[in-house]
């Protein structure tokens, strides 16, 4: 095998390598006598000899040596005029292999498969792309590859697109996909349901904001009711209240909070409800499609979920009393800045918050999607120690993503805007290496080729001698 370069200069684990020949390019793994690097950045340099900026020098980081199937760090720099190699499919897969692994594609510009650890997800990872920069199929890849190590996956699917995608996959792999409705029915589909019956004072707060004295009159409304109840049982509730005890306007205020609720939510609440346990089965792929809800409705049914699903691996783990999660499980939320947006005062950023900072204690990893990086909250994206980022072009968006990851660097962010639709840049703790440039499998979708300005004008009629429409 020819070199495809020789180092120049060498710091700690930073190599400069000048180029020779074509085949060097960012994202491509090196070896260096016995280390491993990847090229992060290049540039051309000024040739002395001509005048003129003519030597490529390929930025290098080194990651060190593979011994016994393990990487061992560089303690002391390298040696300068060592001659550098591309690395065979053999060692590639050798350094990125990992007991517990996933792929969600192949490393950029070979075929050797793009190992993840699959251990890692409760650790959190977020995805970051621009609009047609292949985001839904690489997540849908990735829930694929947990799906196929059984780890239960509740989607919250905000535009409708998940059901299509992950039943071809699931048509061609071993998992199972259930989906349920918010909102509204769809035909041969469940609809997710909360339990008016469950749901204590302070959980209205998901649905709407209480004042401590509205609050404090729902619960003697709910400590009033017995068995299984509806919503309009507790609207009832309110004139029963003592106006000796809860002021007049309280009362009405209440009321009419409680009336809004149960017109809003039509369909959305009943007796009995959805069993959350039921969501998360191994090898059990659930999706949320809340694309049929208004805005106000998913973000409230994601604030409910969060805190469920938080509330039962707790109750699971220390053998609390109430509902129970036996499984460990990945939640993942698309259009992620709608939940978590850095200016939002709903709740449902509140309970993502808390699965971000606690879910791993309990068995759960969060997933969060999105295009607009800069609308996320930092908190919760500090809490993703993956990232798996697209193309990004956005300068806020960019500057967002730095600040709140400590894997990436300025050569990642730089690069960020030169990927092509399906390539991703992937960092952090799913990686034993710096990052890794990766070709996300494609996902083969029956598409029927049909103009945008297909309309059909309505036919007109003549008719004594006068023309209709």
Known sequence: MNPVGVVVSSHGRELEVQVQGGELEL???VKISDNFGIVASMHYVEDEKIGAKQKLIAEVQVFGSLVNGRLKRLKKPLKPYLEVFLVDKSDLEGILSVSDSISLGTVHGTSARAFL???????????????????????????????????????????GE????????????????????????????????????????????????????????LVEILGNLSGDYNLSDVVSGTSKLNVNVYHEG?????????????????????????????LVEPGQVTIIDCSLASQNVRRSVVSYLSKELLSSRINKL???DGEKIDYPLLLVVEEAHNYAGSNL???????????????????????????????????????????IYMHITNPRDKDHIRRSFESINDAIIS???????????????????????CQVDRIELKKEKKSKFDFKKKAEVKHAKADYV
Not at 362 to 385: M, T
């Open 318 to 320: 220390n053998d609390f």
């Open 117 to 159: 650890n699959a251990s890692e997800f409760d650790r959190h990872t977020a995805i970051l792309a621009s609009t047609g920069s292949g985001k839904s199929y690489t997540a849908s890849n990735l829930i694929k590859e947990f799906g196929l190590l059984s780890l239960p996956v509740v989607v919250v699917d905000t535009h």
């Open 345 to 387: 005062s709903h709740s449902c950023k509140k309970q993502l918050q808390r699965v971000a900072s606690e879910g791993r204690k309990f068995g759960i990893g969060l997933c969060v999607i999105s295009q607009k990086p800069s609308k996320i909250d930092e908190e919760i994206l500090s809490q993703c120690n993956t990232g």
């Open 250 to 278: 309280t009362i009405a205020a209440l009321t009419r909070k409680l009336k809004t609720l149960e017109r809003v939510f039509k369909d959305v609440f009943d007796k009995f409800g959805t069993d959350i346990s039921n």
């Open 415 to 437: 690069d960020l805007d030169s990927l092509d639709v399906g390539e991703c840049i992937i960092a952090g703790a799913m990686l034993d290496i710096p990052f890794l440039v």
């Open 27 to 29: 994202g491509s793994i």
């Open 162 to 217: 998940y059901a299509r995608i992950l039943s071809k996959l699931a048509s061609e792999n071993p998992f199972k996909i259930e989906v349920h409705t918010v909102k509204r029915t769809r035909q041969g589909v469940s609809q997710l349901k909360i339990p008016v019956s469950n749901l204590e004072a302070t959980d209205y707060h998901h649905f709407l904001h209480l004042t401590e004295p509205q609050e404090s009159a």
